[in-house]
Each structure stands twice: as C-alpha cells, then as structure tokens.
C-alpha cells in the first residue's frame, strides 16, 4: 500500500493592518525650520517630501490594508491617500494628541482584531519588503516593537548616529514601528508619552521602569525576555521584541548634518526594491 505523505500546511499570512502615521511636526520642528519646510514630513529630499518614501513603503506593503496619515502631507500625497479605504486626519499640538488622533481614526471601519502599525515620517529607507518581513514575523503579543543589533545598524548606517542600549547580546537600538492592538496602545498612552520624551536617554527610560530593569542595563544584560517580563507586569499587556530586526526601521533623520546620508535613497522615478 503506497504511503500517503503528510498534507502540507498553508503559508502563514497575517492579518492585515490599518498603518496609522504619526506626521506632525509643524514648522517648528528643528529639521523642518533649518531647511525652511512647512513641516517635518515635507523637508524635501532628492526633490520629494521626506514623507512621500513612507507612503511609497506602506502603500507597497502586501501587509498593510489602509492607512491613517495623520498631519501634514503635500498635493501629490494627498491625491494618493483619498483612495479609499485611506485616511488623513490633522495632526495634534503635540506627538500624544497625534497619536490619539490617529488611534480613534483607525478604529472607525476597523476589522475585527485588526492591529494597528504605528510609523513616523521621517524613516525614508523603510521599503515595503521591510514592513512585511516586520509584520509577517511578529509574534502575537498586544505590543510588538523592532529592536536592531549594532553590528546590522552599522553595516548599513554607520554615518547616522544612533542611541544605544547595551545588551546580553551587545549595543542595540529601537526602531521606529510599533505593531499593537488599539485597546492596548489606548491603555498605554500615558507610558508612550514618557517613552517619548525619555527616548534619548535610555537609563531614565530604565529607571521608570524599574530597579531590576535599571540593574540590567547599568551591567549590559539586558535581554528580551527580562524587557517583556517587565513590561508585562508594569504596564499589563503581552509585549514582544522583534529581535534582530532590519535595520532600516530604526533610522530616521532628525538633523540637517544627517540629510547627505539621504543621498543615497532611490530616485523618484526609480520604484522601491520589493522582495525579499
């Protein structure tokens, strides 16, 4: 009697996501003023607005169903979000009130279980095959967050400083995506403003979290699993990192003195690389 092989299983597929980007940053943000911008997401870059690759990267992305622009955006952008299901929305005086914009935006005409991808406008490497892998690859937690090693960072962006945490596994950065479910970034509002605003000095960032956290990073020993422990009890939500992550969600430009790393971005006539 022949053997009969094992039925094969489907290729995993995520669910799709609702891409919600943060874009405030009116002409009072520092890179936007220095380069005479109306706003952060409209510094021009190789003839395009800084936040024009962002969208190129989400509407690319197999993984991302619609997306909530929210703040500033200029004609040719918005032209390509009012196809539906996409939305624009004003940004807030502030990052959190963009942020809660965007959140009660996405929940309208939301599917069900549908998690949202949490992304600013000033991370112009970001392709579509990186959003994918970023989402494809995530673990189901209400919070998932990409965390990118040195030596990876660096074998790619090392002319585009970076803060750095050192860890178990060696020096390693937080990107610039979030992928969660809308009741736990809702829940987690008060802790992402503190987050904001601690961003640059990890040790504080540390130390509101905790003695032990503090502890770990002070010897170079943090690790995923103490991080997700920790957020799981301080903050009562399943947190996972995306350890190992591309490096292209953690660079963002801030600085007019990072704007000749750009020089290297595709042109506008060349279409993003796709693929894996």
């Known amino acids: 009697m022949p053997a009969t092989s094992a039925p094969t299983r489907p290729p995993h597929r995520p669910a799709p996501v609702t891409a919600v980007v943060l874009a405030g940053g009116g002409p009072g943000d520092a890179l936007a003023r220095a380069t005479g911008a ?3 997401a409209l510094v021009p870059l190789k003839g395009r607005p800084l936040g024009a690759y962002v969208l190129d990267a989400l509407l690319g992305a197999q993984h991302v169903r619609r997306i909530v622009w929210v703040g500033a955006h200029d004609a040719a952008m918005g032209r390509r979000l009012a196809a539906d299901p996409h939305v624009v929305v004003p940004g807030g005086p502030r990052l959190l009130d963009s942020l809660t914009l965007g959140i009660g935006a996405a929940r309208v005409a939301a599917e069900a279980d549908e998690r949202l991808l949490l992304v600013g406008a000033d991370v112009p490497w970001v392709e579509p095959r990186h959003v994918d892998r970023f989402v494809a690859d995530a673990r189901d937690a209400d919070l998932v967050y990409p965390v990118v090693a040195r030596r990876d960072y660096d074998a ?11 860890s178990s596994d060696g020096p390693v950065t937080g990107g610039n995506l979030v992928l969660a479910t809308p009741d736990a970034l809702t829940g987690l509002l ?3 403003d503190v987050a904001t605003r601690l961003r640059k000095a990890p040790w504080r960032l540390a130390a509101a979290a905790g003695p032990q956290l503090l502890a770990a990073w002070a010897f170079g020993r943090i690790t995923p699993g103490l991080v997700e422990r920790r957020a799981h009890t301080l903050l009562d939500v399943r947190v996972a990192l995306a350890w190992g992550a591309d490096p292209e ?3 963002d430009v801030d600085r007019v003195d990072q704007l000749p790393a750009t020089l290297g971005l595709p042109d506008p006539d060349v279409p993003s690389a796709s693929g894996a």
Not at 156 to 166: G, L
């Open 38 to 40: 109306p706003a952060k």
């Open 156 to 166: 790619r962006f090392a002319a585009i400083p970076r803060t750095w945490v050192r």
């Open 190 to 192: 008060p802790w992402i």
């Open 249 to 251: 969600l953690a660079t």
